[in-house]
């Protein structure tokens, strides 16, 4: 260990723990503490010229650089291209788990035992149907409203038929509303999907498994029970289970940012949809979909690759902000395709990806960049093969985020470090102005 020395912003500290920094400005020399190889950004307002200045503030456009919490639920190494949950690699999860012991992982920090898994999936199954209400809810938008706006206002509206759920601090009431999430989001999902149908709306069979439910409120028909393909609810629960969580993204962000005002969870996660919602988010598989129709044919493929090298076309679905290395999610629902496409057929474009992966992965241009396929390259080619309109890509997002949404939600209202989310700016605008009469302008 270093030595012990005082410190300009007071304390003591050591050497080696500590990050010198020296304000050419004064000459004084400050030792900041690092901590899990971070400093906290509070520590930079000693650094000051005089002392009624507010000191120095660090300034990070998207949070390209700054840890906004402390978590212990989803571990994400992207120069090694490893996800994990609660400690397990997305890998064995996926091949072993389903998508609600999973949840159940996610929420409770453990796997459960049979019992714990029981009671935990009997509890969802018995709070999937919804309030009459919700139902004349959707009812009330335009045939083509857009299913992801359908589910961000109904997932809000939820939190007027259990006005409970504002308080957040009992650990009972909290209880039921993540149930009451986790189970609802796919009712809603469907009856959107629905909507956009134009057919009746489905009610839960609680009898079929979580993702089977979810393709019968989705497809039966006149039938008296449906049966789902049970290759097509696994391929699902898998998709599900890749989606769970994946740290602070985006949506992550924006739950916990509008749940540190200690909201009710609905509107928390309302927050996460309604970030889904938008295109660099959430609708990067639909892109996907859309450049591999442009191509149209595998011979067009050299002129597309031409096309990104010089700027002219982009490569939809390769790379990651986060991701330096393979997607791990991407092997795996790769494996997933060939499940589905036995069951549907295959998709014509599917001929179309492979070939752009191949190339891709083997073009030194794309391979100095890191460009490797991500989730979302191969997940549109599920969803289209599960005949589901493009609009319906992100509500399959939703549904199983849901659960990391939650669980990062609890972790932050227990984080005794937590206060209500404001961040700093850098002030641009002009200042000291007079008011001017509009007759005089």
């Known amino acids: ?238 998709l599900f289970i890749l989606h769970a969580d994946h740290e602070q993204n985006c949506s992550t962000s924006a739950v916990r940012a509008v749940g540190s005002s200690q909201v009710d969870p609905y509107s928390a996660v309302a927050a996460g949809v309604a970030a889904l919602y938008g295109p660099l988010h959430g609708g990067a598989n639909e892109q996907v979909l859309r450049m591999l129709r442009r191509i149209e044919r595998k011979e067009n493929i050299p002129d597309f690759i031409a096309g990104v090298k010089e700027g002219k076309e982009r490569l939809m679905g390769f790379g990651h902000r986060v991701y330096k290395n393979h997607d791990p999610r991407a092997t795996i629902i790769k494996k997933a395709c060939d499940d589905v496409f036995e069951v549907t057929g295959v998709n014509p474009l599917l001929e179309i990806a492979i070939e752009l992966e191949k190339i891709a992965l083997e073009d030194e241009y794309f391979v100095k960049r890191k460009l490797y396929p991500n989730v979302d390259f191969y997940s549109g080619l599920i969803y289209e093969a599960l005949h589901m309109p493009v609009g319906m890509f992100t509500v399959l997002f939703a549904i199983p985020r849901t659960s990391g949404w939650i669980s990062q939600w609890l972790e932050m209202i227990d984080d005794k470090e937590q206060k209500i989310a404001r961040p700093r700016q850098i002030y641009t605008g002009e200042r000291n102005r007079d008011y001017i009469p509009v007759s005089q302008r």
């Open 1 to 238: 260990m270093g030595t012990e020395e005082q410190t300009e912003t007071g304390g003591v500290a050591t050497a080696s723990e500590t990050l010198t920094i020296t304000d050419n400005r004064t000459g004084k020399t400050y030792e900041v503490p690092l901590e899990d190889g971070t400093i906290r950004a509070t520590a930079l307002r000693d650094i000051k010229v005089k002392e009624s200045d507010f000191g120095v503030m660090s300034y990070d456009p998207a949070f390209m650089n700054t840890a906004s919490c402390r978590s212990a639920v989803t571990y994400l190494d992207g120069e090694a291209g490893v996800l994990e949950y609660r400690g397990y690699p997305i890998e064995q999860l996926a091949e072993h788990s389903t998508y609600l012991e999973v949840a159940y992982l996610l929420v409770h920090g453990e796997l459960p035992n049979a019992k714990q898994l029981e009671e935990w999936t009997n509890k969802i199954t018995t709070h999937t149907f919804v309030h009459e209400n919700v139902k004349s809810f959707i009812q009330g938008f335009r045939y083509d409203a857009h299913p992801m706006g359908m589910l961000l206002a109904s997932v809000g509206a939820l939190s007027t038929f259990y006005p409970d759920a504002n308080q957040i601090k009992d650990p009972e009431i909290r209880y039921l509303q993540i149930i009451r999430l986790i189970a609802k989001m796919p009712t809603l999902a469907a009856f959107a999907y629905r909507h956009n149908m134009g057919q009746p709306y489905v009610y839960p069979d609680n009898e079929l498994d979580y993702p089977g439910n979810f393709l019968s409120m989705l497809f039966k028909m006149s039938e008296l029970k449906y049966e789902p393909d049970p290759r097509l609810s696994r391929a699902l629960d898998i």
